[in-house]
DNA sequence: TCGCGATATACACCACAGCGTATATTTACA
DNA sequence: TGTAAATATACGCTGTGGTGTATATCGCGA
């Protein structure tokens, strides 16, 4: 089930809860993303919004990917268009 | 049904259909999310990465979201978990 | 085809995310 | 409780995305 991630605080908790469920640290995170351990550090926390492409890194290197879907409607969101 | 949306490509294509589909322009939704007509423009062409709170800026404008999912396991991925 | 709205580009400037390096500080476990 | 791993911070630097202003180019309807 798609986690919904409308602010980078939101985006940040999915992926420290996805890294932990792997059992990897911010290190073995950053190493995969090409990145810094401090830099996951400061995703983690929503410290400062990130970059999109760092953000992309992230979710590859988790298996992850983002989705783009109708807000308001809701998870089941399954309705053909919006007009 | 949710877009996947894996590269600024890929988001920049989704925005701009749908803004199309709201019938508004570049300046419009530029307004509505308190950016300039060029910035849409880079980002609908994906000329340079945006940054996060941006494109979560458009997303809103447009009344969308991202949602976050496994990768591997297509759209209807709702295994509970992947650990 | 003409003209105007819509979109793409240009240039100087500023803000800031991520880097390298390094060190606090917290957490977990023997 | 002590200590090593894991995480959070620090500092100067660089790349670049967004801004303001402005213009060039494209597309479409009369």
New binding site residues.
């Given amino acids: 089930m798609a986690d919904l991630a409308r602010t980078p605080r939101q985006i940040g908790t999915i992926i420290q809860r996805t890294r ?1 469920k792997r059992g990897w ?3 073995d995170l950053a190493a995969r993303a ?12 929503a ?5 999109l492409d ?2 992309l890194a992230v979710l590859a290197a988790l298996d992850l990917e983002f989705q783009i879907a109708p807000r308001s409607l809701g998870d089941n969101a399954d309705i053909e268009d919006l007009f």
Same sequence: chains 1, 2.
């Fill in positions: 932990k640290t911010q290190s090409g990145l810094r351990q401090a830099t996951i550090s400061t995703i983690e926390t410290e400062t919004p990130a970059k760092t953000i």
